[in-house]
């Protein structure tokens, strides 16, 4: 869906979110539209927003709140629903949206939390505990966790990319201080079996790989002949360390990334994957190498078989994506040094490469309706103002004329990618946030919404953060037709997190650990629910009891 309006008029946001500057658009191409979701209704009241009255009227028992305080770390976002890890109580808090209200339930949980982490799917919680050797699932829907017993104490834990795996190693730095590990060991969690199973996590000992882990990660499901294939590859100074868990077992390997006649050793800084048959394709950048190496490991023979060669890319690059399917396969890279941008064939070598009006070295990638390539590229860190749209898929026919330039109102801080649009921030307290519409190639900048902090789609409206010294704003701009509010509290938050099918929560340290203003419907006219976890903690108390 395109808006006619984005670049039109004056945003009259309550409170200051106000006047907003346009940038003349480029010709209309055929971008990334979008799609039809639902606008959220507005005249869902919040009620009250004493805790007391939210979990059904009378008074906080002060003495059961501070007996059971202190436990409630900072909440996370899973699955719609806020989780706080309550020590003191042994137990997981959640926070659901219930119609206009706050249902308030809990999970059990009688270990620490030392690593948390949010799984692939976005659906569970997954945390650890070190020294007693655990690893949970927390599952707000469900209501419940699920447990299994772990063979070694490590230290950080890596979710795989669809939620049904994760790995768990040893950090270079990492080790328990009371603890004798080995850095070259992984373990592979099905996170689809239960703990019953006896077989689950696998761990396997990568001997050879003489330097600590600096980062783990899982590939995709590998399908070859004789059944499914997880590839687990760890990277350090000057190799790369895989182990491969199939039906059969768990085979290791480690690969020297020292190029010929060189001896410094590659550490890679960003990784991108892809499986082809029953291979699996890394390509990594490393900021002391001016190529691509690329890593083939084939996992369907009797043994792990590998091959590395090395793309030329262009000088220091700092981003690389990977576009296209089969032998229409390409690598692009932004290289700094020589501002530039790079079109890599992995089968031949090949390249085209493209000098770029402006400086850039990241990469966000989307796809128009046609379903063609295209990449936003931006100077992180506030460095520059100016953007440039390539569709990739053009590059190597069209080289330049592939490449789109636009400039912001302010240097760009961060893009984030939204439903349909990308979010950007700025370092600036009266232009926080502009939005670029790819569809029409415009951007809207927005004045008012303070030094922004978070930015959330939710249906129809965008949701801002703001911070003015110790005071939070949150703003919403309907983006049919820019219309806006906002609302400042105080004290603010330091997080914006995503609440239920409609609003948002911002959070922030409060009495008990954690305190929480929650927008239920997303309607800011009226009143948030106001929790704070040394008295959300006496209320569930409370509810105990009776």
Partial sequence: MSHPHLNSGFVGLSEAVG???????????HLLARGGASSVSRRLLLGTALVSLVFGGGCVDQDAAFRRAGGNAAPQEVGGSIIAHDSAGQRFVVLSAAGEG???TFVPWAHKAERTSLAGDGKRLLVMDQADRVLGAIDPAAGKAETWALPSEFTT???????????MWHADGGALATSLVNPSEVGLIDLTKPAADKDNPRVATITGLS???????????IAAGDGSHRVVWVESVSMIGLADFGPGGVRTLVVPLTPPESEVGILPTKTVVSVQGATLHLYLIASNSNDVVHLSVAVGGDKLS???DQLASGKVPTDLILFGEGDKQRIATLNQASKEIAVLDPSTGAGTYVTLAHSANRFVTFKDEQQAPWALLWAEGGASPWLQLVALDRVEKKKGKAVDVLKAELAVREVIRLDGYFGLRHNSTVTGVSLLQPSTTKLTSFAGTGLVRGLRMRGDSLFIHGQFGATSRVSRIELSDLHGSSVAMSPGGDKML??????????GQGLGGFRAAIFVSGDLTTKPIWLEGLFLTGLLDRKEDN
């Fill in 102 to 104: 706050v249902k308030p």
């Fill in 211 to 221: 330097r600590p882990p600096k980062r783990v990660q899982i590939s995709p499901t």
């Fill in 157 to 167: 834990l890596t979710p795989g990319p669809d939620g049904q795996f994760a790995v």
């Fill in 306 to 308: 590998t091959s590395i």
């Fill in 498 to 507: 995503e609440f239920g099918d409609a609003g948002v929560a911002i959070t």
């Fill in 19 to 29: 006047q907003f500057k346009t940038v003349r658009p480029l010709p209309r191409r």
